[in-house]
Nanobody, 120 residues
């Protein structure tokens, strides 16, 4: 099994910044892609950003130019630097990892989610 733990969320004023972190642990054999989705109240979960083990990143159009995703493979950790935050960025942010464990087939694992609230 693979566990993901997010940190770094909270309350920030519009225009401010936050940095989310997500650390993977457990019986990890290999982690392929990692990234973030978010879900705002009353809305469907949506893709925010993803990054491969080789460092190729993809960011949603809605956050491009404001959010940056990065990764530390040695620490099995992915980061999401969020700048120029807007009230519409308010959501629960979920980390994911496409990983192979030592006892199971490759699958997508999810964190429990972390709240980000941007006040106007």
């Amino acid at each position: 099994q693979v566990q993901l733990v997010e940190s770094g969320g909270g309350l920030v004023q519009a225009g401010g910044s936050l940095r989310l972190s997500c650390a993977a642990s457990g019986s990890i054999f290999n982690i392929h892609a990692m990234g973030w989705h978010r879900q705002a109240p009353g809305k469907q979960r949506e893709f925010v950003a993803g990054i491969t083990s080789g460092g190729s990143a993809n960011v949603a159009v809605s956050v491009k130019g404001r959010f940056t995703i990065s990764r530390d493979n040695a620490k099995n950790t992915v980061y999401l630097q969020m700048n120029t935050l807007k009230p519409e960025d308010t959501a629960v942010y979920y980390c994911y990892a496409d990983a192979s464990s030592v006892v199971g087939a490759p699958m997508r694992y999810w964190g429990k989610g972390i709240q980000v609230t941007v006040s106007s």
